[in-house]
């Protein structure tokens, strides 16, 4: 036993003493793409219920939805599963093209149907962008329908144009689920939700093989896929949540793309060989909400001297880098229809102005609440130390994602740092969060709604936006977004764009054909790799 | 051992299910009154309170209090620890995941700290005020006040990304991912297991640097507390009569003093362990370890109750295991404390 054991360990320290001898520079292999990421907000993976940015990666290439956009080509519609649609005026009739579900099943329009029937009825954040243009419990089934095995419709609503549907359905969260598989998995009318949060029932060029919560992901290729197998094996997006640990596996090549990295972390590979950094335009903002439900943020010119008081130029440059750029005017500067920005620079002269003019000379106290996250926290700061130079106080109070949203939709804030994305890379998509509130009331509890949450109360700009929304006409559109962007200038926003938000991703140079989406909605069939 | 210690350590084991009853009470009752809303999480930040409400009730955190809490306890009772917001797979399944990635790390890092802290700490002591005991007293000092987290980002631009001597964040080279099964959960046990030589050999470079920073820590801590112990024993009679007889300072050391600090050291490293087996939640995040600091932190993240109520328990329980086998230790090692039990 003795003899036993003493052989044993020495046996174990030289393997140990092997396997620690330097190693040869690992690359990862050339049919295999490595994504270092955050997985940590990543809650489910079905389709119709997982809204995560970090979600949409793996739902872009697990499923596929019936239309498709990217930044390439000026975010124009184009084919997936529909090949070919035509819009009348009371709908959009599209025609599926021959595929199969990785299952062997082929896709047929009743699973389109179910898979938006599915999303209307489980009823969460991801069916907003439906719901709010009238596609409802109640209504949906008279409103989308199978006329024939490869044929689908949909009715428009009063409130939605064509456009603006299409984009509704090129969204992660309207991808196409195989009906067969997850009918089969069906638990307590659950529409196999408990199921589908952890494996995939799609047609995209992947399927997922492991999902290992703030671990891993391993996407492996649909040999099956209608557009041909992709050319990586393997796609594995690895949790690397420290920033720092992440950018020295992309220098080292043990990752070929990092997409969660700090705004410093990604200026370290400006002009860094062997790497390029795209800065993927969101559409959507960094915001600061104001409740204007209270005294005395319910004020105009206190607002504007908020506006006047933030110094954006200051917080780009030091803080936000690759993340923003100032603008406070709710549609991005180069979107077709943006108006001018304001003159809503760092003038503290003239924001002690407004404040005295609204009775508040000698200023006062708020509450700032922010989730603990970077850069957040350190745009939180930035504006406590702007604010305090106008005279205002400002106290900061982290929390959580769960604890700082619960407080925005109960109202319960003073001052608050929320994100927003556009709905559609469109003026229009943009604004949309900014415009709309049917009904400021208390009681009407409209806690998804982010103008309701700061109590702004716009009747105008809400009536315009709805009329937009409908508004086929495509100049008398731009024109009234024109007009809704000086109004919502005018009105003195309390919730105040204060930059245009980006989602930067370094990309290894062996990488090729990876394009960021606005959405995240990041395909991966076309991407390739080369040994150097 | 008599029949005395029998009913003491009865008492022991008795108190101890108390112990981990009152955490669970006290962790259940806090986590339920924190503002977080994990239901918020589910259902997503655009959904309508319609939908909030009938996800609340789904999970049953509409009841009051004292039922969920009963409802909770019967689960455990019946070893359902309930499922985890945060996957969506029953908690017991996402710890039998996690739990061996930080087994394995805080076990080597107790190895490799008491293999280098218990020597150490005796040879300063033993050769007090010379230069190998400033040497043990500030590496201990830097490894006590210098944080984990700078710790492990700087050994990795070193070690990893400079000199490549070690592997990166992670447990094993990425591309590797998923070739083992998980059999015991212990990659390196595993790797050796399914006789994957290259998959052992990523997981052994990947696992050295982690294990090494955690290890540094603890050592400090053993290495200061052997030193003191040791300084106890060296003006003893004992001692004294073992150098008048000419015995070599290996001899005094190994033979002599360290079966008497035995029983102390014992505690201390189950101490260390504890505290390991809890403290790799920095390291874990550095090094992208998918343990249970990790999975704690992000359950903590989003307000998941499920998974911060069996997380606490098992730390607790740990905890408490470690204390209740030192006590034991204590009885079988030394014969001192059996004489006053009986």
Same mark, same amino acid.
Do not use: C
């Given at each position: 036993m003795k003899l036993f054991s003493t052989r044993f360990i020495s046996g174990a320290a030289l393997a140990m003493a092997l396997s620690v001898a330097p190693a040869a520079f690992a690359r990862t292999p050339v049919d295999q793409l490595v994504i270092g990421t955050s997985l940590a907000q990543v809650l489910s993976l079905d389709p119709q219920q997982g809204t995560e940015v970090k979600t949409q990666e793996i739902l872009a290439n %697990?499923?596929?939805?019936?239309?498709?956009?990217?930044?390439? @080509?000026?975010?124009?519609?184009?084919?997936?599963?529909? @090949?070919?649609?035509?819009?009348?005026? %009371?709908?959009?009739?599209?025609?599926?093209?021959?595929?199969?579900?990785?299952?062997?099943?082929?896709?047929?329009?009743?699973?389109?149907?179910?898979?938006?029937?599915?999303?209307?009825?489980?009823d969460q954040s991801a069916a907003a962008n439906l719901k709010n243009v009238g596609y409802t419990p109640e209504t949906i089934a008279d409103l989308i329908s199978a006329p024939d095995e490869k044929t689908f419709r949909i009715e428009m609503t009063d409130s939605v144009i064509p456009e603006s549907l299409l984009y509704r359905l090129a969204g992660g969260t309207a991808s196409v689920v195989d009906s067969a598989v997850v009918k089969e998995h069906v638990s307590n009318d659950d529409y196999g939700n408990a199921w589908l949060r952890t494996n995939t029932a799609g047609s995209g060029p992947f399927v997922l093989r492991r999902w290992t919560p703030n671990d891993v992901v391993l996407l492996e290729a649909n040999e099956q896929y209608w557009d041909g197998a992709p050319a990586m094996r393997r796609v594995i997006m690895r949790h690397a949540p420290e920033s720092q640990a992440a950018r020295l596996m992309l220098e080292r090549g043990d990752i070929d793309v990092a997409n969660a990295l700090t705004a410093p972390d990604v200026l370290t590979f400006t002009d860094k060989e062997g790497f390029s950094i795209d800065e993927v335009k969101t559409g959507g903002y960094?915001?600061?909400?104001m409740n204007a439900g209270r005294e005395p943020l319910s004020n105009p010119l206190v607002r504007e001297a908020i506006a006047y008081g933030i110094d954006y130029q200051g917080i780009a440059d030091t803080i936000l880098g690759p993340y923003g750029r100032p603008r406070n005017v709710p549609v991005p500067e180069d979107f077709e229809g943006a108006i001018d920005n304001p003159d809503w620079s760092f003038q503290p002269e003239r924001a002690r102005e407004l404040l005295a003019e609204a009775g508040y000379a000698?200023?006062?106290?708020? %509450?700032?609440? %922010?989730?603990?996250?970077?850069?957040?926290?350190?745009?939180?700061?930035?504006?406590?130390?702007?604010?305090?130079?106008?005279?205002?106080?400002?106290?900061?109070?982290?929390?959580?994602?769960?604890?700082?949203?619960?407080s925005h939709r109960a109202r319960d804030f003073d001052l608050l740092i929320p994100q927003t994305g556009a709905f559609m890379p469109t003026a229009l998509g943009s604004i949309d969060n900014f415009v709309t509130n049917p009904d400021n009331a208390l009681e009407a509890n409209n806690a998804g709604n982010f103008v309701w949450r700061s109590a702004w109360d716009i009747p105008e700009l809400n009536a315009m936006r709805n009329e937009a929304n409908g508004e086929r006409d495509d100049a008398r559109r731009l024109e009234l977004l024109r007009q809704m962007q000086e109004m919502f200038i005018a009105q003195k926003p309390a919730v105040l764009p204060m930059f245009e938000r980006f989602e930067p991703i370094v990309i290894s140079e062996r990488v090729h054909g990876y394009e960021g989406h606005p959405w995240s909605l990041t395909r991966l069939d076309d991407v390739t790799k080369t040994e150097d | 051992?008599?029949?005395?210690?029998?009913?003491?350590?009865?008492?022991?084991?008795?108190?101890?299910?108390?112990?981990?009853?009152?955490?669970?009470?006290?962790?259940?009752?806090? &986590?339920?009154?924190?503002?977080?809303?994990?239901? *918020?999480?589910?259902?997503?930040?655009?959904?309508?309170?319609?939908?909030?409400?009938?996800?609340?009730?789904?999970?049953?955190?509409?009841?009051?209090?004292?039922? +969920?809490?009963?409802?909770?306890?019967?689960?455990?009772?019946?070893?359902?620890? *309930?499922?985890?917001? $945060?996957?969506? /797979?029953?908690?017991? +399944?996402?710890?039998?995941?996690?739990?061996?990635?930080?087994?394995?790390?805080?076990t080597l890092a107790v190895i490799l700290s008491t293999l280098i802290g218990v020597p150490l700490g005796m040879t300063a002591a033993f050769f007090r005020d010379t230069w190998i005991d400033r040497l043990a007293r500030i590496l201990s000092l830097v490894g006590h006040s210098i944080p984990v987290f700078w710790f492990g980002i700087v050994g990795l631009v070193i070690f990893y990304a400079s000199l490549s001597w070690v592997g990166g964040p992670g447990r094993v080279d990425i591309y590797l991912e998923g070739l083992v099964e998980p059999r015991t959960g212990l990659l390196l046990i595993d790797s050796l297991w399914a006789g994957d030589w290259e998959v052992f050999r990523s997981a052994v470079h990947h696992i050295i640097l982690p294990a090494a920073i955690l290890a540094y820590s603890a050592m400090a801590y053993i290495t200061r507390m052997t030193r003191s112990f040791t300084l106890e024993q060296l003006n003893q009679d004992y001692v004294v009569?073992?150098?008048?007889?000419?015995?070599?300072?290996?001899?005094?050391?190994?033979?002599?003093?360290?079966?008497?600090?035995?029983?102390?050291?014992?505690?201390?490293?189950?101490?260390?362990?504890?505290?390991?087996?809890?403290?790799?939640?920095?390291?874990?995040?550095?090094?992208?370890?998918? &343990?249970?600091? +990790?999975?704690?932190? /992000?359950?903590?993240?989003?307000?998941?109750? /499920?998974?911060?109520?069996?997380?606490?328990?098992?730390?607790?329980?740990?905890?408490?295991? $470690?204390n209740f086998l030192s006590d034991l230790a204590y009885l079988v090692l030394d014969p001192r404390t059996r004489e006053v039990a009986s």
């Open positions: %697990t499923y596929d939805r019936l239309v498709q956009f990217s930044g390439e @080509e000026g975010y124009a519609i184009r084919p997936q599963l529909a @090949e070919s649609w035509e819009v009348d005026d %009371t709908g959009i009739t599209f025609h599926l093209r021959d595929a199969t579900f990785a299952s062997g099943n082929p896709v047929t329009a009743a699973d389109v149907v179910f898979s938006l029937t599915r999303l209307i009825m489980m960094y915001v600061l909400s000698d200023g006062f106290d708020l %509450t700032l609440k %922010t989730i603990a996250q970077t850069p957040r926290v350190d745009m939180a700061t930035a504006i406590q130390a702007s604010l305090a130079d106008i005279g205002i106080n400002v106290s900061i109070q982290q929390g959580n994602g769960s604890d700082i949203v619960a | 051992m008599t029949e005395f210690s029998l009913i003491e350590l009865g008492k022991r084991l008795g108190q101890l299910v108390l112990s981990l009853f009152v955490l669970l009470v006290v962790t259940f009752v806090i &986590g339920r009154v924190m503002p977080t809303d994990p239901v *918020g999480a589910i259902v997503g930040e655009l959904a309508d309170p319609a939908a909030l409400e009938a996800m609340r009730a789904r999970l049953g955190l509409d009841l009051p209090l004292y039922q +969920q809490f009963w409802i909770y306890l019967m689960g455990l009772l019946h070893g359902d620890l *309930g499922n985890a917001i $945060l996957t969506g /797979n029953p908690v017991m +399944q996402d710890l039998r995941a996690a739990f061996p990635a930080t087994l394995e790390l805080a009569a073992a150098r008048a007889k000419g015995a070599s300072n290996w001899r005094i050391l190994a033979g002599h003093i360290l079966p008497n600090i035995a029983v102390q050291l014992v505690t201390i490293l189950a101490i260390s362990y504890g505290s390991l087996l809890e403290g790799a939640v920095v390291t874990e995040i550095v090094f992208s370890w998918p &343990g249970i600091g +990790q999975y704690m932190t /992000n359950a903590l993240m989003i307000g998941d109750m /499920n998974a911060i109520l069996a997380t606490t328990l098992i730390i607790g329980a740990i905890f408490m295991m $470690l």
